[in-house]
């Protein structure tokens, strides 16, 4: 299937455009390269450097296209905090350009990488999909508005659209080629590797008092992989014609972030001193996924169960690339 990958150069899309290559589709990817990466675009794919708010550029790329998979987006929670303006404008506002002229260019089905933010604070886990959505941070609030948009398209021009929630995504490709490298960095298990590869002497946790076993948060990490492989799965159930709908995608197990720091340390050989800070706003105390519908509507199931595993391809990635894709050819 021919299918533009919005965001392909970013961590997620760069590895689920190599996965849709080795299963035979033909993505385009379309990144403004502003947090993303042309080293970590596989050679095989067409790449083009523009906007999804971009409408000539859409009207170049959408003829003949089956699909649209759409991964762009601003993902730092604290940013969004400060200047929610610039998370309406590229989460929301930006990709209604993409819907409207998908429906011009009678490209009627999408896969959207949502969020477990649009959850807020849950009140009770796993979470379902049926949860209510309050978030709590304008980054959750902005994917909420798109998914907003997405289900009145549905409604109005019978576009169907698969909403992926994804909970914590880790890990990276098995050989260690191709993995996280953002700038800032703010997802815990690169941070704590990072921290560890550089000698570090110290690393701050947000908050040592929650209503968790150990006081600190609890998350539920899901290997890159395994995305990409929903991706596909979702791709190829719309189309045969399948339904749209809201997923959650975790391992549907969660674990705090001590434990995650102690699975770090085994894994890496190294120690680096834990200091508490105070929590950070917004943050829920625990979030871990039900993930029974996705394996039952998508068949599909995590094959990257073990968070030392998870780790253990994050750590191959970190510690042969330490400048990230500056440093490497894929
Ligand atoms: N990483 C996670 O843990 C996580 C969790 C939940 C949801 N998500 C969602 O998954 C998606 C991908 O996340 P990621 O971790 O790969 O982020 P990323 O920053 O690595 O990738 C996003 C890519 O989108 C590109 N981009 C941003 N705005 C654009 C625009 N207007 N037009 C074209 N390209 C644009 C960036 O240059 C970047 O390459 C995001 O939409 C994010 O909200 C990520």
Redesign the pocket.
């Known amino acids: 299937m021919k299918v533009l990958v919005?965001?392909g150069?970013?961590?997620?899309?760069s590895i689920t455009t190599r996965m849709l290559i080795d299963a035979g589709h033909e993505p385009i990817v379309?990144?403004?390269?502003?947090?993303?990466?042309r080293d970590a675009v596989d050679r095989r794919a067409r790449f083009e450097i523009?906007?999804?708010?971009d409408r000539r550029m859409l009207d170049r790329l959408l003829p003949g296209c089956d699909a649209v998979m759409h991964?762009?987006?601003?993902?730092e929670v604290a940013e969004s905090q400060r200047d929610p303006g610039r998370y309406f404008h590229?989460?929301a506002s930006?990709p209604l350009v993409l819907l409207e002229a998908m429906v011009e260019h009678d490209v009627r089905a999408m896969v959207f990488?949502?969020?477990?933010?649009v959850y807020g604070v849950p009140a009770t886990v796993p979470v379902t999909e049926d949860a209510p959505t309050e978030p709590v941070n304008a980054y959750g609030a902005s994917?909420l508005a798109f998914e907003t948009m997405l289900e009145w398209f549905e409604r109005a021009h019978g576009l169907r659209a698969i909403r992926l929630r994804?909970?914590?995504?880790a890990g990276a490709w098995p050989d260690g080629a191709m993995g996280?490298d953002?700038e800032p960095e703010t997802?815990l298990i690169p941070r704590i590797l990072r921290a560890m590869a550089e000698g570090e002497t110290h690393f701050e946790v947000y908050g040592d008092d929650y209503h968790t076993p150990d006081g600190t948060c609890v998350r539920d990490y899901i290997h890159v992989c395994d995305l990409g492989e929903a991706h596909r799965l979702s791709l190829e159930r719309l189309h045969a014609g399948g339904e749209g709908g809201v997923f959650n995608l975790g391992n549907g197990e969660g674990f705090s972030n001590l434990e995650v720091i102690r699975a770090c340390a085994e894994v890496t050989g190294k120690n680096v001193e834990i200091v508490f800070g105070p929590r950070r706003e917004g943050d829920p105390p625990e979030l871990v996924a039900s993930h029974g519908r996705a394996r039952r509507d998508l068949a599909w199931a995590p094959a990257h169960e073990d968070l030392r595993a998870i780790i253990e391809d994050a750590w191959r990635w970190h510690s042969g690339h330490p400048g990230g894709y500056s440093f490497c050819q894929v």
């Open positions: 919005t965001g150069a970013g961590f997620i899309g379309l990144d403004t390269l502003e947090n993303g990466h523009g906007n999804v708010g991964l762009a987006g601003y993902i590229n989460n930006a990488s949502s969020t477990a933010a994917k994804y909970f914590n995504v996280e953002h997802h």
